[in-house]
């Protein structure tokens, strides 16, 4: 019985080639056999920084100038408020990957 080896190559070099795009985090067969972890970063980040600045928001006009995952379920965001009567002050915000806001801080 005659076998064929050109294409178990080629299936093995797409299986491997999907496997590298996995490590990267893209690619088609990365995002099946990986998952893309920069665009779940991005998300948490995103989400952060959208409840915190509502958070923010309460006490003026926002300006996030940080927004940093500092563990693997915390996001830190940063930044400004300017209030009703002028003044500039500064927010830290402490955002969980549940979804909550564990520590707000407005100075």
Do not use: H, W
């Not at 923010?56 to 940063?78: F, L, M, P, W």
Request: glycine content about 14%; aromatic content about 6%.
């Amino acid at each position: 019985m005659k076998i064929t080896i050109l294409p178990v190559l080629a299936a093995g070099t797409m299986l491997l080639g999907g496997c590298a795009a996995g490590l990267g985090g893209g690619g088609l067969f990365g995002d099946i056999l990986g998952g893309n972890v920069r665009n779940d970063k991005d998300r948490f980040e995103r989400a952060a920084a959208n409840a915190c600045g509502r958070e923010a928001s309460r006490y003026g006009r926002v300006a996030i100038s940080e927004v940093r995952q500092t563990s693997r379920e915390i996001v830190r965001v940063d930044g400004r408020v300017q209030t009703r009567d002028r003044y500039e002050r500064r927010f830290s915000c402490i955002f969980r990957s549940d979804g909550r806001i564990v520590d707000f801080r407005i100075d």
